[in-house]
């Protein structure tokens, strides 16, 4: 996303406040951190804009890596790759992570305890 | 700013059924929540509903999938998981971006996080291309919240350190100074204007 770009969705804004996202709601999400206090009306109106900004941000970097891929629908996995993939998203890779076969998950176990009889 | 009824109710916070232990639960779709619900500072009655865990709360799925699907060009789809996962993925990044904020406000000895504890957050996360278009954004927000509140408001800027700087009077003092009875002792100035973040 570039900062061009960025310019012209906040000048493009008819809403007066702009948000889409409901701020008491965030502002739960907010205290259940641990060691919150108390959040002012800036901090929280950030956040909540900040939300907004980093889901277009996810959806739109992970459609475009999906999208080489000759599909025009985001799945899971493009999330996944994602996070795994962008230094920026890679706070994500623990909820998101990547799904592998029974099989393929069985053969690294085997291959695991090859290496710890070696030892 | 008006409170209108903070959403207490369990059964609307947009907690779907999968992540609640149990069937006792209730699964119900938060209603579509457009814009400011208010800031008042309810507790979290938790009355007849089961205890929330914290880690479930989640911001209502419809208004997540819109901002998704007006990310995407036109013709993309999103599938059904990938929106739940991304509903995930907004409430750790909330929780990201407030813990170092959070931590960066215990340091400074303030008990408040505010706006610029946020955008520091940011830009040390990794999330600095979103700091100068959020400056816009909160700039913008102000005017509307100044607008809605009528000409002889006072707003008590939190955040602008815990005393009262000299930089703090040096803009224009508006219609609402208080003083003590009178006298010039503490003279404190509460400014609506909007300070630049730095």
Known sequence: MSGKNMEEKVEQATDRKNIS???SRV????????????INQDALFLT????ELFV???ALSSYKN????ETNTLSYSDLANAAEES???QFLTDILPKKILAREYLKSLEEMEKVDDNL | MDGDSSTTDASQLGITGEYMAGSHFVLAQAPEDEGDEGLDDHEDGNGSKDNLREQDIYLPIANVARIMKNAIPQTGKIAKDAKE???ECVSEFISFITSEASERCHQEKRKTINGEDILFAMSTLGFDMYVEPLKLYLQKFREAMKGEKGINTVTVTEGMGEELTDETF?????????TADGQQQNVMVYTTSYQQVR
């Open chain 1, 66 to 69: 999906g999208s080489g891929k």
């Open chain 2, 85 to 87: 996962c991304v509903q």
């Open chain 1, 48 to 51: 909540t804009k900040a939300t």
């Open chain 1, 87 to 89: 230094e920026t998203f």
């Open chain 2, 170 to 178: 040096t803009n224009p003092l508006p219609a609402g100074i208080i």
């Open chain 1, 27 to 38: 502002r739960l999400i907010m205290k259940s951190s641990p060691d919150v206090s108390c």
């Open chain 1, 56 to 58: 277009q941000h996810l």
């Open chain 1, 21 to 23: 996202l409901p701020m």
